[in-house]
């Protein structure tokens, strides 16, 4: 069994409800035990900032699976949710991104392991420390660290529990 914490991210339709189907079909995946949900975060959107704000929580996993299997399973929810990929960074019903693979590490541009920006984001960072505030990375470095680093530029406020 490897842990893995997973990043669930909505801005268009019913975000609530986009994200609450996402852990419900992950709970349903085969090979996958959801074992912690943080909270629902908001935040302004970064990267494309023309777009509606993001809710975004993190799921903690137990899974049998490998990465590429873990992420074949992210895209099918995703699909699942409605998702249509046509601005790279554009709203989206539904993100799953792998932040963190048990001790994976890998460069593959197809799947960087740990997540490459996962050290930038507050709205990452945050419902990632509560889920898992003992959390270090396959390099060593606590999680907590990553999040002190940041500045205080990017607000990330709790806006409900799933
Ligand atoms: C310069 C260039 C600085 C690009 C930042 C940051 C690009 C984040 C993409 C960037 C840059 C992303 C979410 C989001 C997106 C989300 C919130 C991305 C991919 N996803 N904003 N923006 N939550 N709050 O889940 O993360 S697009
Ligand atoms: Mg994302
Ligand atoms: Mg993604």
């Given at each position: 069994?490897?842990?893995a914490?997973?990043?669930?991210?909505?801005?268009?339709?019913?975000?609530?409800?986009?994200?609450?189907?996402?852990?419900?079909?992950?709970?349903?995946?085969?090979g996958?035990?959801?074992?912690?949900?943080?909270?629902?975060?908001?935040?302004?959107?970064?990267?494309?900032?023309?777009?509606?704000?993001?809710?975004?929580?993190?799921?903690?996993?137990e899974?049998?699976?490998?990465?590429?299997?873990?992420?074949?399973?992210?895209?099918?929810?995703?699909?699942r949710?409605?998702?249509?990929?046509?601005?790279?960074?554009?709203?989206?019903?539904?993100?799953?991104?792998?932040?963190v693979?048990?001790?994976?590490?890998?460069?593959?541009?197809?799947?960087?392991?740990?997540h490459?920006?996962?050290?930038?984001?507050?709205?990452?960072?945050?419902?990632?420390?509560?889920?898992?505030?003992?959390?270090?990375?396959?390099?060593?470095?606590?999680?907590?660290?990553?999040?002190?680093?940041?500045?205080?530029?990017q607000?990330?406020?709790?806006?409900?529990?799933?």
């Amino acid at each position: 069994m490897t842990r893995a914490y997973l990043g669930l991210g909505s801005n268009e339709g019913d975000r609530m409800e986009n994200l609450r189907q996402g852990v419900m079909a992950l709970k349903e995946a085969d090979g996958v035990v959801v074992v912690g949900i943080s909270s629902v975060y908001e935040s302004e959107p970064v990267g494309m900032t023309d777009q509606p704000d993001f809710l975004n929580a993190v799921v903690a996993v137990e899974t049998t699976l490998d990465p590429n299997e873990l992420l074949e399973l992210a895209f099918e929810v995703e699909r699942r949710q409605g998702r249509q990929r046509l601005l790279r960074w554009g709203p989206r019903t539904l993100d799953v991104d792998l932040l963190v693979v048990g001790d994976v590490v890998s460069d593959d541009p197809a799947l960087t392991l740990p997540h490459p920006r996962l050290n930038e984001r507050r709205f990452v960072l945050e419902p990632l420390m509560e889920v898992e505030p003992e959390l270090r990375l396959p390099d060593g470095t606590p999680a907590g660290v990553l999040l002190e680093r940041l500045g205080g530029e990017q607000a990330v406020w709790k806006a409900g529990e799933l």
